[in-house]
């Protein structure tokens, strides 16, 4: 075991948390010691209704700092279709929206957004959310999910900036986003 908490200190610790659209976390400086095998984590999940609840904290926090950029991958245009409303409302609230998928059908419009029709093996087998922060290293979080014919999705949920960019070159670089 890396490090406990009471229930008492947690909520203690939660309760001088700022609230409203412009401030995010909380103020963990005497709580460092416990709090430090979280930071730059990342999770697993087999469970899809867990990899959706993912997906909508990222878009949330992209909604909230409104700003920077949010990558997304739907597999196919038709499942982006279903987005349509979250990824419009985004544009609008000054996030760049890029989303890619494999070109099963019309890609629906995003007003500002950018729709990347791509008929690669990666983009149609591949769920994922990247919000680069908005300029926030703090506010850098991923989601990459594959399907499995033997468990369904399967994924990683990461707020480690490191990797975070890292999943951004790869899409900048591979689909000239």
Not at 4 to 19: G, I, N, R
Not at 113 to 131: K, L, M, Q, Y
Not at 136 to 162: C, H, M, N
Request: proline residues 3%; charged residues 20%.
């Amino acid at each position: 075991m890396l490090a406990l908490v009471d229930v008492a200190s947690l909520q203690e610790l939660l309760e001088d948390a700022p609230t409203g659209a412009s401030q995010f976390g909380i103020a963990d400086g005497k709580y460092e010691e416990i709090l430090r095998h979280l930071k730059e984590t990342s999770f697993t999940s087999y469970d899809t209704e867990q990899l959706l609840y993912a997906s909508r904290e990222i878009e949330d926090r992209a909604r909230r700092v409104g700003q920077g950029t949010i990558h997304a991958g739907f597999q196919q245009c038709s499942v982006m279709a279903e987005q349509r409303s979250v990824y419009t409302d985004l544009a609008r609230r000054g996030v760049s929206v890029h989303a890619y998928s494999a070109p099963d059908a019309t890609p629906p419009d995003f007003g500002s957004g950018h729709v990347h029709a791509v008929s690669t093996a990666e983009i149609a087998e591949t769920w994922f959310v990247v919000f680069n922060g908005g300029g926030d290293d703090t506010q850098k979080t991923a989601l990459v999910a594959r399907e499995s014919d033997d468990i369904g999705f399967y994924g990683i949920l990461t707020y480690d900036p490191g990797f975070v960019d890292h999943l951004l070159a790869h899409l900048n670089q591979t689909y000239d986003s």
